[in-house]
């Protein structure tokens, strides 16, 4: 490999984004070229430069800084009329709006939403979320099952085996849905499949209760989803 | 050692650094605490937490200490006194955060429902978070180094997170928005609800739930249901691969195009856009192929039992 | 929002610090936390949310210099002469070196160095944040390092 051809790639090839033959070519080269590997020795000794670099905190006048600009815009703001601000506010946007209509039509809809916008920021000050939505709303998470006699320690240490159960269900349901899918299968087809769920699950089995076994039901999971749906059976 | 165990009992003592326990507005008593975990010489690489007794929240932010809240309740002081956190960092970086309830054989028992430890962290951007929660709520937020995430059944969120993020739930909904790394995202029955995602590669199952995908721009993607719809919106990538199945669910799947896309599709009904000319196969796939140029985007649709919808979005 | 402040404030002020100077970084900095704010309400996330922020902070700092006047997009044929190789008695260590080289360099190969090297972030990050394609940003990056290498001189250790 020539030179020219190498150098373009050093950039790549320190910061090991050069995979397979192309980076065996390069480091190859980079042994008997004297020039390239200078070349190689200076770039990587400028990119642990660059990166040794120190962060750089800021002043503390910074942050008064911004509140004032702000706060200097929101007087200035609030001294124009109303209708020139709705207009300001809608000309940015009316290409992404991406409708050509009357420009008080699309002010009052812009209006509308950003004060929708104000009220979903407002009601979450510490945490930044776009279209307001994204705050999950959830029904309240079930109830642990509840004996008169079970404590929390108790029902802490029998979670794991609960959660293990649901999974178990799941594996359950895909091990029909993939029987069912099965019957277009040749009998190659059919003695992987068996195979590997026999190996998957043997995994499960051989697993520790709690996180070692869920993460192997996991996987038999995915098997007998990609099985089922996509007739990818074969062994791994 | 002995600095880890002081640090142990530091939170075993949290009282002495707590706001005042007393009863909350309602009933019950509760306690609130504060630490702060500095580093010592290596930078805090990684965040282990499991709590089983409630939330988890977790930000980012760019200074290098570690943070922690707990909020906790109980239903009376002899109960608060049994929940425990505790905090043991190691020195290559990894800091353990657990929360327990001590047995008391001569206490009345109390329902796991009735308690709560609640922990609200901020860790340093970079620093990777494997967290889990039982039935709480596990938010990710503004991290830079991925991490794994496991619930039960709470809701778990992940927002503005780069790396490497895997995330599973039996049934707690899944949100994830702003993830930009790899992603994998498995639930047996919930849904699945992506928004923002670039990046390599994103992978997400779900049993009984559905899938909904908006800015999906990843190079690699994957979506699977057994039982529900799939909704995505997403872009394909140059040499990409994108593939939507399910058994029963709808596929629905709206495109933006910026090169070739070899698109192959399968259903009960398969609506490719009036646009596209199609090709039969006798294996019951439709294809076609849309738009020039080399390395096309290869698209794979199919629905066992389900209707395949498709459409470019230009 | 002062928390959004603090979680940024160190990645917007070193990026604009070393893409317009010393000088003029808090300017560029209260500038880009404006718009931030004031912007915030309508980000409908088509990035992540940090990488619309960078994108702020370069485009501020771009058009700072440009709007400046002290620094031109040059093309590489005329980027003034920075001595190769200072005298060792002067050489003030390498990070002090690459601070100074910084300066010359075009303002847009300053932005890959400082997105990239600097802060660490992804190609596809940059692209993103430079709204570029990721090759054309691997392409910047290695033309940057050339330039700055050109600069700097030899730095590497010549016995390995």
């Known amino acids: 490999m020539s030179c020219d051809k190498v150098r373009p790639q050093l950039t790549a090839y320190l910061d090991g ?35 040794a670099m120190p962060p750089l905190d800021p002043p503390a006048s910074l942050w008064a800084g911004v509140q004032a600009q702000l706060a200097a815009e929101e007087v200035a703001e609030s001294k124009r009329p109303s209708w020139r601000r709705a207009f300001s506010r809608w000309a940015p946007f009316a290409p992404r709006v991406g409708m050509v209509m009357g420009a008080l039509a699309a002010a009052t809809i812009l209006l509308v939403w950003r004060s929708h916008r104000h009220q979903d920021v407002a009601s979450a000050p510490e945490t930044v979320t776009h279209e307001g939505a994204h705050e999950a709303v959830t029904p309240a998470p079930a109830p642990a099952p509840t004996a008169e006699a079970a404590d929390v320690s108790a029902e802490l240490a029998a979670a794991p085996a609960r959660v293990s159960g649901d999974y178990a269900q799941a594996i359950n349901d895909m091990l029909a849905a993939a029987k069912a899918e099965s019957a277009q299968w040749s009998d190659d087809q059919k003695k992987a499949f068996d195979l590997q769920v026999a190996e998957l699950q043997a995994s499960v089995d051989t697993a520790a209760e709690g996180r070692p076994r869920q993460k192997a039901q996991r996987a038999l999971i995915r098997y007998l989803q990609g099985a089922a749906i996509r007739d990818e059976v074969a062994l791994r | 050692m002995i600095g880890k165990s002081l640090l142990a009992l530091c939170l075993v003592c949290a009282p002495a650094f707590a706001e005042p326990a007393g009863s909350g507005a309602g009933s019950g008593a509760n306690e609130h605490a504060r630490v702060e975990l500095a580093p010592s010489g290596h930078a805090f690489k990684q965040l282990q937490i499991d709590n089983p007794l409630g939330d988890v929240k977790v930000e980012g932010y760019d200074g290098t200490a570690i943070l922690i809240e707990t909020h906790k309740h109980a239903p009376d002081e002899e109960t608060l006194e049994r929940l425990r956190v505790s905090l043991v960092p190691n020195p290559d970086g990894t800091v353990h955060i657990t929360t327990m309830a001590d047995k008391n054989l001569e206490a009345k028992p109390v329902a796991a429902s009735a308690v709560r430890i609640d922990l609200v962290i901020r860790a340093p951007r970079d620093a990777r978070v494997d967290a889990s929660v039982a039935s709480g709520k596990l938010e990710l937020v503004n991290m830079d180094a991925g991490g794994e995430l496991d619930s039960a059944s709470g809701p778990l969120s992940v927002r503005n997170v780069q790396g490497e993020v895997v995330t599973h739930s039996v049934s707690g909904p899944m949100t994830l928005a702003q993830v930009f790394g790899s992603v994998d995202a498995a639930t047996v029955s919930s849904d699945v609800d992506l928004d923002t995602i670039g990046g390599e590669k994103l992978i997400a199952s779900a049993h009984h739930g559905r899938i909904a995908g908006r800015r999906v721009r990843a190079r690699d993607i994957e979506l699977t249901t057994t039982e529900g719809k799939i909704m995505l919106e997403a872009e394909a990538a140059l040499h990409g691969h994108l593939v939507v199945s399910s058994l029963r669910g709808d596929v629905e799947v709206h495109l933006h195009r910026h090169g070739a896309v070899f698109l192959r599709a399968r259903g009960s009904k398969v609506d490719l856009g009036q646009q596209q000319t199609v090709h039969p196969q006798p294996n019951g796939w439709s294809e076609t192929t849309i738009g020039q140029g080399e390395h096309p985007a290869l698209v794979e649709l199919r629905s066992t039992y389900g209707m395949v919808q498709f459409t470019v979005v230009e | 929002m002062e928390m959004l402040y603090h979680q940024f404030k160190r990645r917007v ?14 300017e560029v900095a209260q500038e880009v936390f404006v718009r931030v704010f004031r912007g915030l309400a309508n980000f409908r996330g088509d990035s992540a949310l940090s990488t619309w922020i960078y994108r702020l902070t370069v485009n501020a700092s771009l058009s700072h210099l440009a709007r400046r006047g002290r620094r031109q997009e040059v093309s590489d044929e005329n980027i003034p002469e920075v001595p190769a190789t200072p005298e060792p008695e002067r050489d003030p260590g390498l990070a002090a070196r690459i601070e100074a080289c910084l300066e010359p360099l075009p303002a847009g190969y300053r932005a890959i160095l400082v997105l990239h090297d600097v802060e660490g972030l992804s190609h596809e990050e940059c692209a993103a944040i430079l709204e570029c394609r990721v090759g054309t940003c691997k392409s910047q990056l290695h033309k940057a390092r050339g330039r700055m290498r050109e600069l700097l001189g030899p730095i590497g250790d010549r016995n390995k």
């Not at chain 1, 033959?21 to 660059?50: K, N, P």
């Open chain 1, 17 to 51: 984004e050069l995979e397979g033959d192309r980076g065996t070519a390069v480091r190859g080269h980079l042994r008997t070229c004297e020039g390239c590997r200078q070349m190689a020795t200076d770039e990587a000794a400028l990119r642990d430069g660059l990166r």
């Open chain 3, 13 to 26: 002020f070193g990026m604009a610090h070393r893409i317009v100077g010393a000088t003029d970084a808090e």
